[in-house]
């Protein structure tokens, strides 16, 4: 019986190689739903192409291009973020791929999981900003989150089998596009050089992130919540070859560690079909042709921001959600050309001083949380940030 999708965010990075997996084994999957933010054009192709039973577009102001370019479908279309949440929890999928970026992520993800929906996750915020709404949400609705970030994949596959307690959980860590620069040089670096990751063919936002490892940062506070493993117990290793993708130390000292080239498709594929493995085209590894793997310590200083998460993640309560706020803010800031790189981290830190907290948060405490932050970050960068940055 085909797994029936519903794939949100299907026009980004994630998304669009989500329907690579269902191009591959059109025996095992049917896309049903597919949403996007506001690349409308890209979204018709994509409905037309897996005749999608449903499509939204989370920008109102493209609803009507994208019905003009479904004329002629069955295809029913929606648009607005409250629609992307609907059909999350929608009857019509048996698996919601969440491939959004940010914390707009979230609301899907817990309407998904109170309709008892398999999540495959990649929206990271929804754990960052959320976890401790949402994995007992997920425990106690038995919805299954299988995570498809590669260093989480990695562990999960590592842990499958395994009852001795963990040691450790060792997230490894390429050093995104600034890797090799020295900490002076950071000052004037572009937009151009933070989008060109040296191993990952990724989205703009989730670049960034790597850049400033904000995102190893959200990655260790996902861990944390997917596996339940305290913070002390959780370490980063720069990596640069990303061949390793994450580790697991059992308490007998043996390390486990999956492998395999920086390709995206291999973890959303293992998402999807777990427990089965996909059998996909492509070049059988050669580990003659990577003939050395290294490994070496977080330069901290160099890269504040994975500090920061720790912090947040030991607060507990909003913290973490008032770091995503900020960095989203910043990052769009950036990209738009309004604040230097190194901005991103200094407004991080004055939201995180600023900001109100709520210790034993509800989802509407985060909701406000997320706009505070949002508008200290606007206020730190005397601009006018994106209005979709502002909005979340």
């Known amino acids: 019986m085909k797994q029936r999708l519903a794939i949100l965010g299907s026009t980004g990075s994630i998304g669009v190689q989500t329907l690579d997996i269902a191009r591959e084994n059109p025996d095992r999957f049917e ?31 493209c609803y009507e291009p994208l019905c003009k370019a479904l004329e002629g479908t069955d295809t029913k279309i929606y648009a607005g973020e409250e ?48 976890g401790a709404c949402v994995m007992p949400l997920a ?26 307690p963990v040691r450790r959980l060792i997230i490894t860590c390429s050093g995104g596009a600034f890797r090799d620069l020295k900490r002076e040089e950071l000052q004037y670096v572009s937009v151009e050089q933070a989008l060109h990751h040296p191993q990952w063919n990724m989205g703009a936002k989730i670049t960034i992130d790597s850049s400033t490892l904000v995102n190893k940062g959200f990655e260790v506070i996902e861990a944390h919540w997917l596996f339940g493993t305290p913070p002390e117990r959780i370490s980063v290793v720069m990596h640069p070859q990303s061949i390793v993708h994450s580790m697991v130390e059992f308490e007998d ?23 089965d493995r996909a059998k996909r085209p492509g070049p059988v590894f050669s580990f003659t042709e990577h003939p050395q793997l290294t490994f070496a310590e977080v330069d901290h200083e160099k890269y504040p921001a994975l500090g920061i998460a720790y912090e947040c993640l030991r607060r507990g309560g909003t913290a973490a959600c008032t770091m995503n706020a900020a960095n989203e803010v910043a990052v769009a800031a950036f990209l738009a050309r309004k604040c230097p790189w190194l901005d991103i981290v200094r407004t991080i830190e004055h939201a995180l001083e600023k900001a109100s907290f709520v210790a034993r948060p509800s989802l509407d405490d985060f909701a406000r949380a997320d706009a505070e932050a949002r508008r200290l970050a606007a206020e730190f960068l005397h601009v006018r940030v994106p209005e979709e940055a502002v909005k979340g």
């Open 139 to 164: 425990r106690e609705r038995r919805a299954p989150v299988i995570p498809i970030d590669s260093e989480h994949s990695a562990i999960f596959q590592c842990l499958i089998g395994e009852r001795a």
């Open 31 to 61: 896309v049903r739903i597919l949403t996007a933010n506001r690349n409308w054009e890209k979204l018709a192709r994509q409905a037309r192409e897996f005749d999608a039973d449903t499509v939204v577009i989370a920008d109102k102001s």
């Open 253 to 275: 000292g043996a390390i486990k560690a999956q492998l395999g080239s920086p390709d995206m498709r291999t973890p959303i594929s293992f998402a999807l079909m777990f427990p």
């Open 83 to 130: 629609a992307v949440a609907q059909v999350a929890a929608g009857g019509d999928s048996d698996v919601v791929v969440n491939a959004l970026v940010g914390y707009a992520g979230l609301a899907p993800t817990v309407a998904a999981i109170e309709a008892r929906k398999k999540i495959a996750l990649a929206n990271k915020e929804s754990l960052v900003v959320g």
